[in-house]
C-alpha cells in the first residue's frame, strides 16, 4: 500500500498530472499562434472602438440623445453614449457577419453540391471537386462567423451593463429633483 502524497489522497504522478493538465480549448500556445490569434479583431475593422470611429459618431449621438431626450445632466447623458456605442458596435458586426455572407454567396457556382449522379454524394462515393470546393467554402465561412460571435457576445455584454448602470443612474437623479416631503 502506498502512502498518499498530499492530505486529498492521491498519487504524486496523478496531483503532477492535474497541477499539469490545461482544459481544452485555451487558445494557441505557440507564440506564432498567439501572434496570428491577437489580430483577429484587424480583419474585421472591430478592434478600433467606436470613440476613435468618425464615421459612426453622428450615430453615436444621435442614438444617445433618443436614449435620453432633452436631458442635462452629463452623467446620465455620458451613461447613453455607453448604451449607444455598445449598440453601434453590435450594428458593426451585423455588417461585417452580413459581408461574409454576401461575399460567399457571391464566390458561390450555380450548380448545386451534387455527385456524379445529380443527387448528393454519400459518404465513401467518388465526389467531384465541386462538392470538395463548396464543403471547404462553407467550413471557412462558418469559422469566419464563429468569430464574429465572440465581438458579438462582448457588444452584448457591454450594452447590458451600460443599460443597468443608466437605470440607477437615472433613478438617483430623480430621486435628487423630488422635493423632499414633510
Known amino acids: 500500500m502506498t502512502a498518499p502524497a498530499a492530505a486529498g489522497g492521491g498519487s504524486k504522478r496523478k496531483l ?34 467606436v470613440l476613435y470611429d468618425p ?16 436631458c ?14 455598445a449598440q453601434v ?6 455588417r461585417a457577419r452580413r459581408d461574409i455572407i454576401a461575399a460567399a454567396a457571391a464566390g458561390a457556382g450555380d450548380r448545386p453540391a451534387a455527385g456524379p449522379t445529380g443527387q448528393a454524394a454519400m459518404p465513401g462515393e467518388a465526389s467531384d ?7 471547404a467554402t462553407l467550413s471557412d465561412i462558418s469559422a469566419r462567423l464563429a468569430r464574429l460571435d465572440r465581438y458579438e457576445r462582448g457588444a452584448l455584454w457591454r450594452r447590458k451593463l ?3 448602470a443608466f437605470d440607477v443612474a437615472r433613478r ?7 422635493p423632499k416631503k414633510v
Do not use: Y
Open 16 to 49: 503532477r498530472a492535474n497541477r499539469l493538465g490545461k482544459p481544452a480549448g485555451t487558445g494557441p500556445t505557440s507564440a506564432a499562434g498567439k501572434a496570428r490569434s491577437a489580430q483577429n479583431a484587424r480583419k474585421h475593422g472591430l478592434n478600433v472602438p
Open 55 to 70: 464615421d459612426v459618431g453622428a450615430d453615436v449621438a444621435f442614438m444617445a440623445e433618443e436614449i435620453a431626450p432633452g
Open 162 to 164: 451600460a443599460i443597468r
Open 89 to 94: 458596435d453590435l450594428m458593426r458586426v451585423a
Open 172 to 178: 438617483k437623479a430623480a430621486r435628487r429633483r423630488r
Open 129 to 135: 471537386l465541386g462538392t470538395d470546393k463548396c464543403v
Open 72 to 85: 442635462q445632466d452629463p452623467e446620465l447623458i455620458g451613461r447613453a453614449r455607453r448604451i449607444a456605442e
